[in-house]
């Protein structure tokens, strides 16, 4: 296969209009149909600032691409080409069964690219800007900083991120594409970076044929064209031209630290492990399964509990019963036998809380239907009819019996940043960002997106709920999507999150520190043209008395230069401390954490 090759942009900027695509696209691409305004959907155009730049094209066997905006300064790896070692080692059957699924899947695009693709499916708009891939980056060392870099803050930043490899071909949702880790080590006030993909089972398998072979399960997987595909992966794996026994996940979104192994995870897979190396790069060490006693996939966020050091987690499944399980980890990594939780529909579950005592398990109105895929639909459905609940679970439980469901009547949170016990009124308090509507993130919508921190009381005696929006200045009411609270106090009554100001949506232009009891903000705003992610908030030292002492660290982009830097910004005082200059561009991406240097001398 020829080069992957990303074209370096020019850095003036026209409108949107102004982009223009290759000649030799999809027929989607050469009727140039206008990209039109867009209220709610992970991506909006017109927040968007596009680079003139050259057309960007990747240069793959024998079929029409789509050009992807925004390249970077620098080339993909070197892909095999199409006779590698994998197909040589192919039968006559095999490769003629290649020959002839490709074949179809060719027609299959090329009817699904005769209509418009739905916005929360177009590359076009789901990876353009900042949001676009970029290649590995090997360490580099010795990095521009101004300012001065905290003491304290020794140890690797790693932050997760969907990365396509392959330029896509069809439908591609931003949530699709392969997980790539971003990471800076600091050393004695000095900082390194480096970019490395995880290697998941689908990644290895797409780089070796040189293509991608795995159905995206939300950019692909809708309608009848959806079906097909499915039935083409699976026809695939019967001639052994793919194995999906080993996981088909991308390994994207979270990322946690527990038992002396940095995990990278996304819901429909088990965990990767991928060490970082004492020169600050990454390695992924394979599919980790804690020694045979995970054999089921674990969601993007487990619970780590700062005082039994124990890690808490589900595990969803959206075709065959049980759909939710329970389980967890004691701090040496033995597994829990799996408590299964009563749902009538898989559910989405992206995320849930612990507390002192209880996990607190959102059943909400985003559920998967399959069925809609017959109907011509998506399986990620918003159910209006659906009440939304909390389940309440003792963290020790062998099963369901004791799981306490409290309604809590329109509620959906994407994310809940910390939940504790209130042992005055008996009631659990959890704290999350109610979005709305529920599916806008994975289907197009005419209501604009909102996304509202708010406290959620559930009173364990009554079976009731009450949520109030914690910010009631509505001068100050924004976008809080993306953040944590002081890690040390996961569990526990915090006063203070550390937020992402979703403005203008999806982009992020700065976090609020927002104080949960008083519902006051003070924000912090990266500057004009830049936008970065996911705030992360690191303790100076876990002993201290003030909740707010440490630092918040987050990757920003300056869209106007095409430059990136990690800021370093005082928690308590929210001045900027620090910028590290990034040796390449890195886009928006999901989630974080920190390793300090104690825990990254004793990986496994």
């Not at 305004?37 to 017109?46: D, E, H, K, M």
């Not at 293509?211 to 019967?238: Q, T, W």
């Not at 004492?278 to 992924?284: Q, S």
């Not at 910390?418 to 529920?438: K, L």
Request: net charge neutral.
């Amino acid at each position: 296969m020829a080069t992957n090759t990303w074209i370096k942009p020019k850095l003036s900027m026209p409108s949107s209009k102004e982009f223009v695509f290759s000649s030799n696209s999809f027929p989607l691409i050469k009727n140039q149909r206008q990209i039109p305004n867009i209220n709610c959907s992970l991506q909006a155009p017109p927040l968007l600032h596009f680079p003139k730049q050259s057309t960007t094209t990747y240069q793959t066997p024998k079929t029409n691409t789509i050009s992807t905006p925004k390249p970077t300064t620098t080339s993909q790896p070197k892909q095999e080409n199409n006779t590698n070692t994998s197909t040589c080692k192919w039968n006559l059957v095999q490769k003629a069964a290649a020959m002839a699924l490709d074949a179809v899947e060719s027609a299959l695009t090329k009817h699904e690219l005769e209509h418009p693709l739905p916005k929360t499916a177009d590359p076009r708009v789901q990876i353009s800007g900042n949001f676009a891939p970029v290649p590995e980056k090997p360490v580099t060392q010795s990095l521009q900083v101004t300012g001065k870099i905290p003491k304290c803050v020794q140890g690797v930043y790693v932050r997760n991120g969907a990365n396509p490899l392959f330029e896509p071909t069809a439908g591609h949702h931003f949530f699709d594409g392969d997980g790539m880790v971003h990471a800076v080590q600091f050393k004695d006030g000095s900082a390194s970076y480096a970019c490395r993909f995880t290697e998941t089972e689908r990644f290895v398998q797409e780089k070796a044929l040189g293509r991608p072979v795995f159905p995206k399960a939300i950019g692909e997987l809708h309608g009848h064209s959806g079906i097909a595909r499915l039935m083409l992966f699976y026809a695939r794996g019967l001639f052994g031209i793919v194995d999906h026994s080993k996981g088909t996940g991308v390994a994207n979104a979270g990322l946690v630290y527990f038992n002396n192994r940095l995990l990278a995870m996304s819901e429909d897979d088990l965990p990767y492990h991928v060490k970082v190396t004492p020169t600050g790069d990454l390695k992924t060490e394979g599919r980790f399964d804690f020694n045979g006693q995970l054999k089921s996939t674990m969601i993007a966020h487990p619970k780590l509990d700062p005082v039994s050091g124990e890690l808490f987690a589900l595990s969803y499944d959206v075709i065959q019963k049980p759909y939710l399980k329970y389980f967890r980890f004691s701090k040496d990594g033995e597994k829990s036998d799996d408590v299964e939780i009563p749902v009538e529909d898989p559910t989405m579950m992206h995320d849930f809380a612990i507390t002192e005592k209880f996990v607190v398990i959102p059943d909400q109105q985003v559920v998967f239907k399959m069925s809609e895929m017959i109907r011509g639909g998506s399986p990620v459905v918003y159910d209006k009819e659906k009440v939304s609940r909390f389940g309440v679970l003792d963290k020790y439980a062998k099963d369901g019996s004791g799981l306490k469901w409290i309604e809590v009547p329109d509620c959906f949170c994407f994310h809940l940043w910390n939940a504790w016990e209130d042992e005055d009124c008996d009631e659990i308090v959890v704290i999350g960002s109610c979005m709305t509507p529920p599916d806008s993130i994975f289907n197009e919508c005419d209501e604009g997106l909102k996304s509202v921190l708010s406290e959620i009381r559930l009173n364990l005696k009554t079976g009731k709920s009450t949520r109030k929006t914690i910010i009631q200045n509505e001068e100050e009411q924004v976008n809080l999507e993306a953040g944590m609270v002081n890690r040390n106090k996961l569990g526990r009554k915090t006063q203070f999150a550390y937020l992402a100001i979703a403005e203008p949506w999806p982009k992020v232009s700065g976090f609020a520190k927002v104080d949960l009891l008083t519902g006051e903000v003070h924000k912090f705003i990266y500057g004009d043209n830049k936008y970065g992610g996911e705030p992360l908030f690191l303790p100076r030292d876990s002993n201290s008395q003030a909740e707010d002492d440490g630092y918040i660290l987050a990757f920003v982009h300056d869209e106007k230069e095409w430059k990136s830097e990690l800021q370093i910004v005082n928690a308590m005082t929210l001045k900027l401390e620090a910028t590290v200059k990034l040796p390449s561009r890195v886009p928006y991406g999901f989630h974080g954490t920190f390793i300090n240097a104690k825990d990254l001398a004793n990986q496994a």
